[in-house]
């Protein structure tokens, strides 16, 4: 703790007094609402295109983007393109239902069987995978970041930097030190930190901050309805975990501690979800498919497991047997009982037939049990329907590059790299790529890359300088190479976490 408070001081006046402001108020955005409770005001500030002249949408942008890749390097990141995908499939299809202008996002999954979620400026949001373990139907996910998107969509950010204006933000760089703490899982030792700096100076931070939440309720509801997702989700999500808390002794989970939840509020939105009329939402299977990914994620003892599961498939019901199954089949793969798995997820094919990450989770097995060239032969043709899937691109071009056929993935990647230029693991598959085709400079230029993107902008500036000593005569390349280099360490100077 005492080395991110260090940390954070140096950083704190590096920045100030010309950026220090706006970045005192990025994390007054990520966490104030973790002290005690405030009298709530309903009044809401109006929008006007003035939070513009206090931050710029590409300043929010970059200090997102910087919030990000600190993130990347500190906290542990569940790295599952299947939940990946299934989180930007259910995260756009919000936003196009949403206020957001820029829908461009970028999605980060903490390994964490805590519930939380969080939006930073820029177009950042994240979720623990404890949110999906608790979460119980699609509705409640979606509510939850529903309200994640609205906090982006209003701007809060730049409407919290302008509430601080009035403020003399002396705590600057222990507030920096306690998120730091909390985003890295040390969640503990940042809330103490954050009590013990901010006190009674951000009261009227948190009355700001609690008006932004009922606010981004009220609008997340309305994206709800536009989505064709039940909007009585999010009352009835806030609702269950509250009373989960309330009165079992237990320390509440963070995405209480950072959203507080208080009667009135619960109220409030279910009266506003009860103004809709009452219909049918219908809700797809891959919910409880990745559900079930994330639960055998944090199975522990894999045989008793197993057993039970053999037994629940005798009397479950169709929903049911379906997560129960695929759990079952995910925990056989992690037992290494290849064959098992397949007869089982055989099973579950025959049921959904056209369920696509069941197909897909054939050829995981496949390459799980090292038989790569049955996994290409089931990720071809899926790869020409779906040109430009995430996880059926990423899996299809391991299995290639598994058998060192890198002349066939690099193609791919540099195709699938337009859509995600920000994804880590398509930057490793690069690396892999260019390096059974024998091209040294490439490998270090998507080395450089993957490493940024991670936070390690030093080893990153490293790869380009490697780079660099490798290229003779081709001077507009050196030129590039020597712009990235310049790009990096101006970024890395002045938004440095």
């Given at each position: 703790m005492f080395v991110a408070i260090k940390q954070a001081i140096r950083t704190f006046f590096v920045l100030c007094p010309k950026r220090g402001r706006g970045f005192v108020a990025l994390l007054l955005f990520l966490a104030p609402p973790l002290l005690g409770n405030t009298p709530e005001n309903t009044e809401l500030p109006l929008l006007g295109d003035h939070t513009s002249s206090i931050v710029a949408p590409e300043k929010e942008k970059e200090l997102g983007q910087s919030w990000l890749r600190a993130l990347r390097a500190q906290a542990p990141l569940l790295n599952d393109p299947f939940v990946l995908n299934y989180l930007q499939a259910i995260t756009h299809r919000l936003a196009s239902k949403s206020d957001l202008t820029n829908q461009q996002l970028d999605l980060v999954i903490v390994d964490s069987p805590a519930i939380n979620a969080f939006a930073v400026p820029g177009g950042i949001i994240g979720a623990n995978a404890g949110l999906f373990l608790h979460a119980q139907t699609e509705g409640e996910l979606s509510g939850v970041l529903a309200h994640e998107l609205a906090h982006l969509s209003q701007r809060h950010f730049a409407r919290t930097i302008e509430e601080a204006k009035k403020n003399q933000w002396i705590h600057g760089a222990a507030i920096l030190a306690s998120v730091l703490l909390i985003a890295t899982s040390n969640s503990e030792s940042g809330y103490a930190a954050l009590a013990t700096t901010q006190a009674a100076a951000v009261q009227s931070q948190l009355r700001y901050s609690r008006r932004n939440e009922q606010e981004a309720d009220r609008i997340a509801i309305g994206t709800l309805v536009n989505a064709n997702i039940d909007p009585t989700s999010i009352g009835s999500f806030f609702q269950r975990m509250q009373k989960a808390y309330q009165y079992s002794g237990q320390k509440p989970p963070e995405y209480l501690l950072?959203?507080?939840?208080?009667?009135?509020?619960?109220?409030?939105?279910?009266?506003?979800?009860?103004?809709?009329?009452?219909?049918?939402?219908?809700?797809?299977?891959?919910?409880?498919?990745?559900?079930?990914?994330?639960?055998?994620?944090?199975?522990?003892?894999?045989?008793?497991?197993?057993?039970?599961?053999?037994?629940?498939?005798?009397?479950?019901?169709?929903?049911?047997?379906?997560?129960?199954?695929?759990?079952?089949?995910?925990?056989?793969?992690?037992?290494?009982?290849?064959?098992?798995?397949?007869?089982?997820?055989?099973?579950?094919s025959h049921m959904f037939p056209n369920n696509l990450l069941l197909q897909i989770s054939q050829a995981e097995l496949k390459m799980a049990a090292k038989d790569n060239g049955a996994a290409i032969q089931i990720l071809t043709p899926l790869n020409k329907i779906y040109p430009d899937h995430y996880v059926i691109t990423l899996l299809y071009c391991q299995a290639l590059l598994n058998q060192k056929n890198g002349t066939q993935a690099l193609p791919l990647l540099e195709h699938i790299k337009a859509f995600y230029p920000n994804s880590p693991d398509i930057w490793d598959l690069l690396v892999q790529a260019y390096g059974y085709n024998g091209d040294i400079i490439s490998v270090h230029l998507a080395r450089a890359e993957q490493l940024y993107l991670k936070g390690a902008s030093d080893k990153a500036i490293e790869q380009l300088q490697f780079a660099r000593a490798l290229v003779d005569h081709d001077f507009p390349l050196q030129a590039k190479i020597e712009t990235r280099i310049q790009q990096i360490e101006s970024s890395d100077k002045n938004l440095k976490l």
């Amino acid at each position: 703790m005492f080395v991110a408070i260090k940390q954070a001081i140096r950083t704190f006046f590096v920045l100030c007094p010309k950026r220090g402001r706006g970045f005192v108020a990025l994390l007054l955005f990520l966490a104030p609402p973790l002290l005690g409770n405030t009298p709530e005001n309903t009044e809401l500030p109006l929008l006007g295109d003035h939070t513009s002249s206090i931050v710029a949408p590409e300043k929010e942008k970059e200090l997102g983007q910087s919030w990000l890749r600190a993130l990347r390097a500190q906290a542990p990141l569940l790295n599952d393109p299947f939940v990946l995908n299934y989180l930007q499939a259910i995260t756009h299809r919000l936003a196009s239902k949403s206020d957001l202008t820029n829908q461009q996002l970028d999605l980060v999954i903490v390994d964490s069987p805590a519930i939380n979620a969080f939006a930073v400026p820029g177009g950042i949001i994240g979720a623990n995978a404890g949110l999906f373990l608790h979460a119980q139907t699609e509705g409640e996910l979606s509510g939850v970041l529903a309200h994640e998107l609205a906090h982006l969509s209003q701007r809060h950010f730049a409407r919290t930097i302008e509430e601080a204006k009035k403020n003399q933000w002396i705590h600057g760089a222990a507030i920096l030190a306690s998120v730091l703490l909390i985003a890295t899982s040390n969640s503990e030792s940042g809330y103490a930190a954050l009590a013990t700096t901010q006190a009674a100076a951000v009261q009227s931070q948190l009355r700001y901050s609690r008006r932004n939440e009922q606010e981004a309720d009220r609008i997340a509801i309305g994206t709800l309805v536009n989505a064709n997702i039940d909007p009585t989700s999010i009352g009835s999500f806030f609702q269950r975990m509250q009373k989960a808390y309330q009165y079992s002794g237990q320390k509440p989970p963070e995405y209480l501690l950072t959203h507080p939840v208080t009667e009135s509020r619960v109220s409030e939105a279910k009266d506003r979800a009860a103004q809709y009329k009452s219909r049918y939402y219908p809700e797809g299977s891959d919910f409880y498919l990745i559900k079930a990914r994330i639960e055998t994620q944090y199975t522990r003892d894999l045989q008793n497991a197993i057993t039970r599961h053999y037994t629940q498939l005798e009397t479950s019901p169709t929903l049911q047997q379906l997560m129960t199954r695929y759990r079952l089949v995910m925990l056989l793969n992690k037992a290494q009982r290849f064959k098992e798995a397949e007869t089982e997820l055989l099973k579950l094919s025959h049921m959904f037939p056209n369920n696509l990450l069941l197909q897909i989770s054939q050829a995981e097995l496949k390459m799980a049990a090292k038989d790569n060239g049955a996994a290409i032969q089931i990720l071809t043709p899926l790869n020409k329907i779906y040109p430009d899937h995430y996880v059926i691109t990423l899996l299809y071009c391991q299995a290639l590059l598994n058998q060192k056929n890198g002349t066939q993935a690099l193609p791919l990647l540099e195709h699938i790299k337009a859509f995600y230029p920000n994804s880590p693991d398509i930057w490793d598959l690069l690396v892999q790529a260019y390096g059974y085709n024998g091209d040294i400079i490439s490998v270090h230029l998507a080395r450089a890359e993957q490493l940024y993107l991670k936070g390690a902008s030093d080893k990153a500036i490293e790869q380009l300088q490697f780079a660099r000593a490798l290229v003779d005569h081709d001077f507009p390349l050196q030129a590039k190479i020597e712009t990235r280099i310049q790009q990096i360490e101006s970024s890395d100077k002045n938004l440095k976490l």
